[in-house]
């Protein structure tokens, strides 16, 4: 008896051992992606891959989302981003963190759609006003057999200009904080913080970007920055990056990557055993697995969204552009056909001398041929309303000046214009040439010392468009009229239902000039 209890004993140490040598060999897999931006058919394409690499026992496997999911076309628009937040609630991700467009439709709505969605939330940056914790947790740690990672948050401070209505109320007065003066602090201490909890890997969830935006943030001087993180996966700049190389504050190679818009691609990182990172991106259109009950739920509210926005309200002969062939997009810093309609839309609706539209808020490129109310609203997704207001022309020409300082660089505060031609100089960053359209249609020079009536939303009136230019600017008009809805009856009635050659180029109201 003695010798039979002692070889089962001896058989369940060997079987335990075995099962931890097993552990110990297996990978970590981090699906990944940023900026989707209502690109709803993705989900069930990410899950349905993590699920396939479950199913096979070789890694354990979890999902991560670094921002931007609420709003960018129809489906986040008409349920204000209720739609999304169902789908997401499916995926069972390890940890999300927030993208500036994840605040249009203030922080309450936000931090409500987040609750349903009921993944971890990480931001180690976002403040109430005057607090000395954050909202969020900076981190959430997960264990993946015998190794912990940590997944740390952090939001663009640029956020704070581009949807300023979300942090400041109609008084002024701050109500939320990303940090800017503590930025790169705050993210080591939350590297920091994570490392004495026991953390093996550190990944930040970077809503930042490649590029340095208007405040000079980027995902490259962050890193520069601080110390102990392994890997960034990064968003908001909409690149596709697989595995771009950064020192640290100590000079140690960090990857930093990207997986574009819309899931254009899912991301891949592995973590081996022996503790490489290494990263890779997957065309979603190459990955063959589903997650059925995904499916199901994204095809569901693909019918609802159908049922409203299926009528058809135009034609075009040709594409409408936003971006170009490199998803790229070409409204942030030149004059597009698109811009040009959209703008027409706002001075025709409200009777301005001036229509203006940032070209951030517009956001979709619509395709040559029938043209939906579906259409309309992808490509003006947001809920922001039209109004007119008086603004000086020593103002106007302030703003077109502040406005194009990045260009060629793109910056989403780039002024689509209508009713209004200027002449950017993009080494000396000047405008000059600066015109108003008149009654007769002639154009005459800008008067500095007179005032202009200018048709924009109250985003880019009050909310943080434009760099608050025109902030203390007087309402002489206020509409509730969407301005999607501005572009649909502009197409519809005013047009007569086609676009005509008049908008198959942009009509050189801006010229750019290297000098």
Not at 226 to 251: N, Q
Request: charged fraction near 20%; include cysteine.
């Amino acid at each position: 008896m003695k010798s039979f209890l002692l070889s089962r004993l001896l058989g369940l140490m060997a079987f335990t051992m075995g099962s931890v040598a097993l552990q110990a060999q297996k990978s970590i897999v981090i699906l990944y992606e940023n900026d989707v931006h209502c690109g709803i058919g993705g989900y069930t394409k990410i899950a349905g891959l993590r699920d396939a690499i479950s199913r096979s026992d070789t890694a354990y496997v979890a999902a991560v989302s670094v921002g931007d999911f609420l709003q960018g076309n129809t489906t986040g628009a008409i349920s204000k981003g209720q739609y999304i937040a169902d789908i997401m609630r499916h995926v069972g991700y390890h940890a999300l963190t927030l993208g500036n467009h994840e605040f249009d439709y203030g922080v309450p709505r936000m931090r409500q759609l987040l609750e349903e969605i009921g993944a971890p939330v990480v931001c180690a940056n976002l403040f109430e006003a005057g607090e000395p914790q954050p909202i969020y947790a900076p981190y959430v740690i997960h264990q993946y057999g015998d190794k912990r990672v940590a997944y740390i948050g952090v939001c663009t401070p640029e956020t704070m200009i581009l949807e300023g209505y979300s942090f400041y109320d109609t008084n002024g007065i701050q109500l939320y904080d990303l940090k800017p003066k503590t930025f790169y602090q705050l993210v080591q201490q939350a590297v920091d913080a994570a490392r004495g909890e026991g953390a093996d890997y550190v990944v930040l969830l970077s809503h930042v970007g490649e590029t340095p935006q208007s405040m000079g943030f980027s995902s490259h001087r962050l890193v520069s920055a601080t110390r102990g993180i392994d890997v960034v996966l990064d968003g908001h700049s909409h690149e596709i990056i697989e595995c771009a190389k950064v020192p640290d504050l100590d000079g140690k190679l960090i990857t930093v990557t990207q997986t574009g818009t819309q899931f254009a691609c899912v991301g891949k990182l592995v973590i081996t055993p022996d503790g490489r990172c290494m990263t890779k991106l997957i065309k979603s259109s190459d990955i063959p697995y589903e997650n059925v009950k995904i499916t199901e739920v994204t095809d569901s509210i693909r019918q609802m969204v159908n049922a409203v926005t299926s009528k058809i309200v135009g034609h075009s002969d040709y594409q409408l552009l936003v971006s170009d062939e490199n998803e790229q997009w070409i409204v942030r810093n030149q004059e597009t056909n698109a811009g040009d309609l959209v703008t027409d839309a706002y001075r025709h609706a409200l009777k301005a001398d001036i229509g203006l539209e940032n070209g951030g808020g517009i956001r979709n490129n619509i395709a040559s041929g029938d043209i939906t109310y579906g259409d309309i609203i992808g490509m003006l997704p947001y809920d922001n309303t039209l109004r007119r207001i008086m603004v000086s022309g020593e103002q106007l020409r302030a703003m077109l000046i502040r406005c194009t300082a990045m260009v060629p660089l793109m910056d989403g505060n780039f002024p689509q214009c209508s009713g209004l031609r200027f002449t950017i100089h993009s080494s000396s960053h000047t405008v000059s040439d600066i015109a108003v359209l008149q009654d007769d249609g002639s154009y005459a020079p800008l008067d500095l010392k007179r005032t202009y009536s200018v048709a924009l939303t109250d985003y880019n009136h009050e909310g943080g468009g434009f760099f608050d230019c025109f902030k203390s600017c007087p309402v002489l008009f206020e509409s509730s009229l969407r301005y999607y809805e501005a572009l649909s009856d502009y197409l519809g009635n005013v047009l007569g239902g086609t676009t005509g050659k008049a908008y198959s180029e942009p009509q050189s109201r801006i010229k750019i000039i290297d000098d």
